[in-house]
């Protein structure tokens, strides 16, 4: 979406900016009844991200469109990746086609961005984790060369590094299941049919019965058998499988995970094999806020120094 070009395309920054004002009112409009749409100012703005979000969706698919149209009708077959699948596959309508890939592009804005921002931060303030990570990164990746998924694959403290990211700051925070058909007894607790339950990450996460020193910045509690793990019998490698699932489970569980950890350890490779990172001089403790979404409280303003 041209992200990372010196200008930002106009409708990439409209998605931005209607991510932002949909996440925004997100919290507000579930608080308000279906009458109020009509009375309360901010359904309108609510609204008018959606329809932002779903345009910039629709004009990029329309211009993909084109130019498979184009390919075919000069005897060529239509090649592409998934949304290339998608309109010539012929198993969604137009419409689907449209709201499905706004939703994919929604669940792919802040939700790498933020988790590789916290990433930084912690790095920036732990020398030792990032020169470990450095480290890790030269040895299978020497002389800037790209890494592939077999180089990842290799990389076990790259992983720790952004699962312990997702401990701290799960960047989902919350996930929804309504158990409509069937009662359900969850420990001593019964409840009936049609409950919503609601699932905090966040706390799970934090639990210190949990992951010890729950609070800290450990990576190395992810790494199977490392020394510095300080109970290896009990630490938080034998956490409950439930206390961190941060993509959630099952069918309706995050379909973008692989894409994620793909696009988050490759990224986060790349940045190490350059720079060194650093906090910005007298830069503040950053704390982390709901915005729908759990996102930085304030901007986190890092220097990234070149490496010899
Ligand atoms: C750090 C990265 C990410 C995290 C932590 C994350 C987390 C989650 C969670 C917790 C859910 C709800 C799962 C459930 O209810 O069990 C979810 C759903 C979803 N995610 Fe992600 N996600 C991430 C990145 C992405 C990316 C990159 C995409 C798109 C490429 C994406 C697309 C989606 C979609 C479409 C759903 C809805 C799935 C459904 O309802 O069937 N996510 N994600």
Redesign the pocket.
């Known amino acids: 979406m041209g992200c990372l070009q010196e200008e930002i395309p106009p409708e990439t920054l409209r998605f931005i900016a209607a991510a932002n004002d949909m996440l925004t009112l997100s919290e507000t409009v579930v608080l308000f009844p279906r009458w109020s749409r009509g009375v309360l100012p901010f359904w309108g703005r609510f609204v008018q991200a959606w329809d932002d979000l779903y345009d910039v969706a629709r004009t990029l698919i329309d211009r993909r469109i084109c130019e498979i149209e184009a390919q075919v009708s000069s005897g060529e077959p239509a090649e592409g990746l998934y949304l290339t699948y998608l309109l010539t596959s012929d198993q969604l309508s137009r419409s689907e086609v449209y709201t499905s890939v706004t ?6 804005v802040d ?2 961005s ?2 590789l921002s916290w990433t930084l931060y912690h790095l920036a303030r732990d020398g030792g984790a990032q020169e470990r990570l450095h480290r890790e990164v030269v040895s299978v990746c020497p002389d800037l060369q790209e890494p592939n998924s077999d180089d990842l694959s290799r990389m076990p403290f790259l992983k720790a590094v952004i699962k312990e990211t ?1 401990r701290l700051y ?3 925070p919350g ?3 309504f158990v409509s058909e069937d009662e359900v007894v969850v420990g001593n607790y019964w409840f009936p049919k049609k409950t919503q339950f609601h699932l905090c ?1 966040y706390s799970l996460c934090h639990d210190e019965d949990q992951f010890e020193n729950a609070e800290l910045f450990k990576p190395e509690r992810w790494l199977r058998g490392d020394s510095s793990r300080s109970k290896p019998t009990t630490g938080s490698y034998n956490h409950h499988p439930y206390s961190f ?13 692989r ?3 793909m ?2 350890f490759f990224a986060l490779s790349r940045l190490m094999q350059k720079f060194e990172v650093q906090p910005e001089p007298g830069a503040p403790v950053v704390e982390p806020k709901t915005r729908t979404l759990l996102i930085p409280g304030k901007p986190i303003n890092l220097r990234f120094l070149p490496r010899a």
């Open positions: 939703e994919l592009l929604l669940g792919g939700t790498t933020n988790t997702l799960p960047v989902v996930n929804g299941r990450h699932i941060p993509f959630g489970v099952g069918v309706r569980g995050c379909v973008g995970k894409v994620a950890e696009e988050m």
